[in-house]
């Protein structure tokens, strides 16, 4: 089933590029588009999209009032938010907002948008798995390989993966393993354990993240907590990312 998504931005071009990309991103649907929050209210309440990408600075009430209005609603949808200003970054978590992209878009970026909102979705949705699972007794494992042994690995074990030539290695805490996972299929069953990409070439459990330094090209380097220290890069692309989820 499609993602019913309604655009809400002053700007037809920023309308028309999302729409654009999204369309290219498959598995969606763009139901509406409005230039206010006023009209956008009125339809968003007609049509109940399932998630809404939001401008912020508006004429009127801008997209953080709207945002706060909208999670009144019975069905209110999820908020990614889409601007040019990344200075309202963290007021859009305030309310409660599935992500964040600046302008201009990439169709990368807002794919993984649209990726970690559809498992949202797909957890709310009545008689999910997700549902079924009482909170606390969650017995998933990644099934990895060593030595021909194939052994089911809870995602907290996981310190961090990197792809390098083909190959996804993957480091736990005793040691590096291999998986058939792909590391974009990897990021997509792990975006809810607290694994983050930081690099192409890497994805990392931000929970066993043991400090953050400053890098070359505005980037930074993470030393992860196993027994090795081992260091990881994150790129001035990932950065952003980063740096709201750890509130640097």
Known sequence: MNIRIYI???EA???RELKYLLEKIGGVEVIGEAANSSVALTEISELMPQLVFLDIQMQGINGLELARTLGQIPEKPLII????????????????AVDFLCKP????RVARAVTKAGKMIAMQAPGSAAQAVEPGNQCRRIPLSKGGAIVPTPPERIVF????EGEVAVHVDDGIYRTRFTLNELEQKLGGDGFVRTHRSYLVNI??????ARWFSGGYKLTMDDRDHSVVPVSRYNARDLKMLLDL
């Open 8 to 10: 809400v931005d002053d």
């Open 105 to 108: 878009f990439t169709l990368e």
């Open 13 to 15: 071009p920023a309308r």
């Open 207 to 212: 929970n066993r993240v043991r400090d953050v």
């Open 81 to 96: 938010f889409s601007t040019a200003f990344d200075k309202y970054a963290a007021q859009a978590f305030d309310v409660d």
């Open 161 to 164: 993966i990197r792809s390098e």
